[in-house]
């Protein structure tokens, strides 16, 4: 009977929360077929009358079940509740006998586990995450077949399994902005909060005390439980790497793209300069001046080589340059995030979330090349910095700073956030005077010689650079009245910029959580990363939605999402190992139907 | 006893604020449930009149009428997008649809002359409310012409 009660329940709190969402006419901005169309997030299985009562039935077998074991007041409750539900259902109040199962399932769900304890929690997680993993399934299985078959709607056809999925998951986006806004802002509170500490030896100081204990016990042991899962990390590494290759190749195949369009919006830009600098240079020195002359030199000799070197035109050697950047961008997160975690399965973590969430569809709608490229350079970098410091050794400082001065080739925006990130962290150490002069010479020398760089490049050679860009968005872009405007503008990012791909609220969640992690395990390497969170702060605040979507695309908010999850699975490791493999094959589908949901609906 | 210290009073008071601004964002502007007030598919015809053929480098119009079974909503907008050659790069331009239902695109091609003196054209015309796609879409393939 108990076994029943712990299946039951999860079915009838996700059932009854997808029937009150359907029947109270939400409806989220969905991206179908590049537009984006207000979608109502209704969902129905067999028909509303037919679903509701199903649903109210499975919430009166419950408390049945529960009533039968405890013979309680608040059981006969439960049971009141849902007959009451069944009432509405027969006077076709659809909504409301939805909303009292919901209510029922939460009331019995609270009361099944801390007032009874009749069921374990970590066994309803287990029911809890293997429906939703089912879900998950269906979601893939319904865009593979979409893939295969082809069709108009991309929701319902051959068959609507991804359509759950989806709404599902968009039920959730009108919580996006907010999510987003509290990781941009979450640095300032952490700063702001500082001075609030609970009364010593109260019950909310001791909680806090054995949170920070075990917090930074499992990120000092985060090698020791889950090098066992190795097989995990090669499965989310290879899937990192071959995943956005793979995508790529289909966002330009027939059944998905049948107009042939060119999908991501730059990459126009790309072929009109690298054009009108071939047209306007008599030989290759005045083409390389004139492609030295723009921001991003390095990605336009990139795509102008390769379409040289194989002999396609710059269009298909653009389109396609995703194949080469991404696995890239993935090798050098993954680099970064391995001397940030010192673990595999993490750092592996940390690229699939990456190559799978926003910011690969981002950069693949918006064809953020240069940025694709500029921002791996600066990873690299600044893993080659930490290693510097752990190490007390110039060598990788010298590659650091090379490799930061190739990412100020390829795009100004990464190299202003990783310059204004490592002066951040500068000045932070220097106040709270908490680190060796040593490491304080290497940040120095390494900003130093990045300016100088920029220095000489912009102001005594004239050409355009990463300050002047910065300069630039300043005092052009950023503006109070854009605070003013705050919600209308981020909203509008988050559903609209480059198609919704902003739009994925577990991101944010498992940021948020990942901010809170490195906030506790303080190290002088997790600083630099919540120094890049603000850095992006004002762009995000007083910028127009094109800057804060920017914003969002420029920071490691993928690797604070792989530290928020590292966490709960430490944690599901020690107590329930079940539950964290679930867990981990529940996060790889939710971010894959992320990724196949964007690029089928990507062209035309 | 503990005693709150001005650090301690300043903090909570601007936890709160950034609390109830987030709090408005979410009620306001994020609201899940002020979405559905975004028009979905309306019951309107759209009628457009597209030019015979368009020639490269020169601009062109798309003219046409929105027809309602009620008022014109307000707040519409048509958006026009024209996809050439081999490139697929897209031009769009957006006009507002006025009171009585009529609008005007202008559009001119500004993507890299085809290499061929005879290309066809996608063009479609989409009726959009605040940048939300009401369904209504109308589409046609031009001729155009490049001057040598």
Redesign the interface.
Known sequence: MKRIIEILLPILVVSSYLKVLSL??????LMIRR????K?LSIVFINDFIDCLAIALIALTVSVLLAYRHGKHLSLLSISASALSLVFLTLSLYFYSALISLLIGLFLTTYAILLKKEIHLFSLARCLFSLLLLIEAIGVVGWILYILHGGINPYTEPLPLQDLETKMIY?L??????LA??FM?STL?LI?????KP?EGSRPAELLDRLRAFIKSAVSNLSKQSEKYGAWGNIFLFSALIIPVLATLLLYTPVVNP????VSVDI?HY??FL?RAQESSQNDLEFLYEVLNSDRPLTLLMIYSISKMIAVDL?IASIYLPVILSPFFTLSLYYLALNLFKNKLYSSLACFLAATGPFTTASLYGGFLANWLGLSLSYLSLAMMIKSIEQYSMKPLLLSILLSILSHLAHPVPWNFLIAAVTLTVLLAVAQRNSGRSILKFLAVFIAVNLLYDFIKTRVLNFIGATVVAESIVSTELSPDNLVN???I???M?Y?HVGGAFNFPPTYIFALLGMAVFTIARFLKFDILKMWVLAGLPLYLFGPDYVQARTLQNIPIDIFASGGLAIVLEYFLFKDKMLSALLLISIYLLYLNNLLRFIVNLP? | M?RL?F??I???M??NL?ALW?T???L??????T??D???RLSCRLLVDYPEMIVYGARFSISGRLICEDKIPPQLMVQALL?CGD????TVNATTIGDDGTFKVDLEAS??KPSTSKTQC?V?V?VISK???T?LIDKKTLTMMVPS
């Open positions: 109270s006419g939400i409806s989220s901005i537009w984006s169309m207000a109502p039920s986006s009108s919580l996006t902005p907010i806004t509290l802002l509170l702001i909060v500082k001075p609030l009364i107009s042939n369009m060119t126009l072929i009109n054009r269009r705050f919600w209308p981020n909203v509008f988050i609209f035309f | 503990a210290g650090k301690q300043l903090s909570i601007l936890v950034i987030l408005y964002g979410y306001v502007a994020a609201n899940p449930l979405i559905k975004v028009p979905g996809i490139i697929h790069t897209l993507f890299p996608g479609t989409h940048t939300v796609s369904g």
